[in-house]
Structures are given as C-alpha cells and as structure tokens.
C-alpha cells in the first residue's frame, strides 16, 4: 500500500492524507492552509478520481477546509464523519455517513475495509480512525488529547498497526500538558490580580470550554462573560453529554452585553484569529483599558491575530490540546505501531529511531 502525505506534515496546517490501495484510494480529512497562497491539498486530479472514501476527524478548517475544493477537483464519493462535526461544517458533503458515538463504533464498508473510531478529546465530533484496509492496519490519531479539561477521549491502548499517524501539532515547544495549563492559571491569576481584564479569543469548537473550566476556577470568579457564538454552544451543551465531562456542561455563563466592565472582567470570544472587524475593535478597547489579550493556540499566517501577538499588543501562550513531542513518544510506547508519522508538526522533529518514526514531509509517498 502507498501512503501520500497531501498535507500536514512540517507545515501546521493543511492535513490531508492519501491511502492508495489496489482497487481505489481513501483520503482522511481534507484541510486548509490558513494565509498562504496555496491553501489546498497537494492532490492532483488523477488521485482524486480515485478517491471512494472521505474520513473526517472533526469539523476545523485545517482539516475540513478544502473539502468543497475536492468537489470542484472531480470527486464523487462518500464522506464519513461524526454528525456533530457535519453539524458545525459550514459547507456540507454531498453523500455522507454520520457515525454515532453512542453506537457500536465499527463499521464495515467494503470486504477489504473495516474502520473503527473513537473520540479523540480535542473537540466535539472529534475522532480518531482505525482503518483494516487493503490488508493493512492504520491509524489516524486525528487531534489527539488526553488530558482534556472538558472532553472526553476514548485512549488508544495496545493497538497494533502497520502505521500511524500521529497527532504532534506542538513539537518539541513545550513540557507536558499539565505543565502549559499550570502556566496559563498562573497568568490568569496574576491578571486578576492586577485588577485587569482578560480577553480570550478561542475557536467556537475547541478550546473554548477547556478555557471556561479553567478560568471558573481561577480568582475572576463569576466575573465571566461569552460572545453570542459560544453562549449558544453553552446553551446547546446538554445535548453533548457523550464528548463532554459531566462537570463541563455550563449553564450559568453569562453572554457580554457592553464593552465597559467595573470589575475584573474575563471575555471569552470565539474569533481565534480575530476575523471580525467588531472583535477587532473591542481588542483594541481592552488595549485601551490596559486589560490583557491572551492567545491560547496557532496564529494563522497574517491574521489579526499575528498581528497583535507580533507588536507586542498581545501574549501567547498555548493551551494544550494537541500532543507535543514528549506525549506523543508515550503514546507510542503504550501501542504496538509498527511505523509512525508525526502530523500537524511544522518542523523535523529530533528522533533517532528511523526505522520506527519516518521522517516524511508533505507531497512524500510512503510505501509499507
């Protein structure tokens, strides 16, 4: 079997890759790059026209961006995904299969493909696949988390593949994941205690209500407030009980309603990147109260959001929800995967065991 890398791997962004078995091609998920001139995967039309089957490991752009692109390049096939993802996917597949989480998590789709998933805890909807196909086993990690404040994931223990693909979105730029989320609580913290307000732009699906459970537990209290977008998702998250943790469904959140506030006040606005013209010009009112901007994940290329983290108007510090080097290796260990790639990284990573941990990079074939 070959496997193509059409995206993903030494660039953060664009995740797509290529199985190619005899009789036809699957791809799992189908991403954009965000801010580069070529945002797509690296697919020619040829390898399309044989593509059957789409998996979708959730609903964010860098893996479901390009997906009304795949169309326009000639494919025709079936989709499968989470149904909470289809939900949130502003541009719908045309012939899809929504798996239920709540249903046996196995589905046979041809007599040389068996998938099984599970949820990968990076989001709601997010999933990871493990894929009999063509006589081979793979995994796809999807954005993997474990140590989610907020949602739940189904570990991957003692599985064995011929290959996995591997979540590694944070390198080798941090220590553990409990370690980033002592950091963060200890500047929220400090903010509050300055008597400053805190905005925090977050994905709408995602990091959003990890940042809640940790901020409600810090000293602002209940001086918490959403945007519209994630008060209707906190609004909707009884209807989530099977991705989140029981003591992760908020209803007592309150949506902002001014751009003053008397006391230490923490925004939390879905607008990662700072698209909005109207967030936009509220960052720039918290800058004049002299209140703290706080950017908790990947800035895309030339968004807002750079641009403020790069003139000094705003910090990052990054928020675990993706593995880093460290937790990857440990995954590793506790599976039984006969070769290994490392996704979502932007850079080579130092690992010395070749035969295990290829080191590829987008638009390489791998043949196993």
Known sequence: MKAYIAGGCYEHGRNSF???GSEYSLLVDCGTMQGSDTPNPYLSKEQ???????????????????LEWLYQQGFCGKVYLAKETYEQMPVKPREYVLLDISKLNTVRIENDLEVSYGRSGHCVGSLWFKMSFDKKEILFTGDYCEDSEAYICDVLRDTNVDMAFVDCAYGNKIGMALQSKEK???KINEYFNNGQHLLLPVPPNGRGFDMLKMVSSSGYGKNIVVDSVLKERIDASPLWKEWLKENSIFQDIQEMSENSF???????????????????????????????????????LNSYASKLVKSGQAELLIYSVHQNLEEALI??????????????????????????FLKVKSKDKILF
């Open 18 to 20: 290529l199985l190619e």
């Open 48 to 66: 399309i026209s044989k593509i059957r089957y789409v998996f979708l490991t959730h609903s964010h752009k860098d893996h479901v961006g390009s």
């Open 184 to 186: 963060l609580n200890e």
């Open 262 to 300: 008397d006391d230490p006040t923490v925004i939390i606005m879905a607008d990662a990147q700072m698209k909005s013209k109207q967030n936009q010009m509220f960052a720039q009112e918290i800058i004049k109260q002299e209140g703290k901007i706080l950017f908790t994940g990947h800035t895309d």
């Open 331 to 356: 995954l590793c260990e506790k599976n039984q995967w006969q070769k290994v790639i490392l996704t979502h990284c932007s850079k080579e990573l130092p690992i010395e065991d070749g035969s295990k």
